[in-house]
């Protein structure tokens, strides 16, 4: 398994990020997706002779897909046949999101520590050091300025090596999962390839336009691709651009001081001047705006009105506006330097991207993420209804932008505006929101809203709350919540779902809802 895959030359590789990296700047900041003047392909290019031998369609006629996100805890704790067959007989998974890459607790580990253990695996806690779980080849990375990233907790245990024969053999797809969670502490040069805030600041994540983060990811995806038979691949990018981070449009905590009013790195300015964006203007613009958020936060209301004085600010500097929108063309076209590294080693792999669960519940993020955008750089997408953890979250975020953008109005004339506005009803208050959560209805709701968005071109695989940690006095997941949750995704129209957030912090109890609904439908 880490003998390189035959048929698969580097050269075809380069050929075609070469040709990526050509792609104007503008045709992005002016709307248009990346590889969207790519050759479509023929009408009959299924019977054609390069096809005669293509797999076999998955999921079999009748079945659906259903993914687990797992990370490598989980598999050296159980066995990796015990893991495998518990997920098939609980949840009905043929699907394994393994987790090759990441630096945070998230995906990786046990159960953290503020929750209570579940029904399966180690009794105990433990430590996240990170990096990668899978097998590192030094000659992928020769181009990149990081290169030391093997995760050391786990020993030679390799997550694609020792998992992906097993699965396979029991029928089972292995998908490989990375995301954005880097403890810069641990790797070296991370300075190289970071993230720059509105005051010089270096932050915790990469710069999407600096090209050592871009040599860096496209190593990373180069060496799991060509080393291992993987059927797809996932990456969780959840951050928003600068502008919602100002603003506390999150369901984090509105700090004082706010940190991620990014990236102004100089790959940044360079190129945002490229295509008419003024740097030096956009920075002053951010700087007045946190300037704006901390009078908001701890002054008296203004006699014009909080939302007239931010709008204010807006028609100051509407470079503010044109830098969220270039943050988020860069995200895009890292997704393509992904998808197109990717589909260069393997073309039938399937590669898609984790929608973070803010796109459910603000209104700003799902302007800026758009689905329709994507749909030239996906196979596929997931965006994350998370519903049960969605309680306290939702809760957060709508005191959030009620302190800053909405202090005019009062919390529950908030949350009344943002249940109009995302087309959702019989939504508990925000006195019982925290405890209740959202319905399993209100994953239908963003499943539909994203098949349209896509018109069909790919398929929507909605995630799927299973645990996703919350207070203990907070809304707790249900079996009943799970199959609730499970069936309006597949009532919606999605071909598939994605049972998240990871394995080692779900209850077999909580697992078995979506056997129950995938038996309910006759799909399992």
Known sequence: MNEPIPGIKESSRRTFLKGLSATPAIALASGESLLSQARPAPENAGNSPQNANAPAPFPPPGK????????????????????????????GVNVVMATVFTYGTGLAGRQVQSEPLPDHGVQEYDRVHGGSFTKVHP????????????????????????????????????????????????IANFEKVCEVDVYGKLGRSTCFNNPHARSFISSMVSDWMTNNELDGLMWESERQGPLNSTLGAHFGTVAARRSSICCFCDFCI?????????????????????????????????????????????????????????????????????????????????????????????????????????????????????????????????????????????????LDMHYKILGLEGEPTLDKLPTSGLSGASVGVETKRAIADVEGAIPIYPGIDIDIPTGLNEKRTQPSDVKAATLAAFHAGAPGVVLSRKYAEMKLTNIAGAGEALKELRYY
Not at 148 to 171: S, Y
Not at 392 to 413: E, G, K, L
Request: neutral net charge; charged residues 25%.
């Open 270 to 414: 360079r190129k945002a001047k490229e295509i008419g964006i003024e740097g030096a203007r956009a920075r002053e613009g951010y700087i007045a705006l946190d300037h704006w958020v901390s009078r908001t936060l701890s002054g008296p209301r203004v006699a014009d009105g909080t939302f007239v004085s931010l709008w204010r600010v807006f028609l100051e500097y509407p470079e503010i506006l044109a830098w969220e929108r270039f943050w988020y063309t860069s995200q895009e076209e890292m997704y393509g330097v992904i998808y197109g590294t990717a589909k260069a080693i393997n073309p039938r792999a399937q590669i898609g991207w984790h929608i973070m669960h803010l796109v459910t519940m603000s209104p700003f993020h799902a302007a800026d993420t758009n689905y329709a955008r994507l749909v030239h750089v996906s196979d596929y997408l997931k965006p994350s209804p998370y519903n049960n953890c969605a309680g306290p979250r939702f809760a957060q975020y709508i005191h959030n932008v009620q302190s800053t953008i909405f202090r005019d109005m009062t919390p529950d004339q908030v």
């Open 139 to 186: 000659e992928f990375y020769n181009d990149s300025v990081i290169k030391d990233i093997r995760a050391p907790e786990l020993g030679d245990f390799d997550i694609l090596a020792d998992v992906v024969p097993k699965a396979k053999a029991k029928g089972m797809q292995t998908y490989a999962l990375f995301e954005e969670a880097y403890n810069p502490r641990l």
């Open 64 to 91: 659906k897909f259903v993914a687990m996100q797992i990370g490598a805890r989980s598999f050296v704790d159980e066995g990796v046949d015990k893991c495998l067959d518990t997920l098939r007989e609980k949840g």
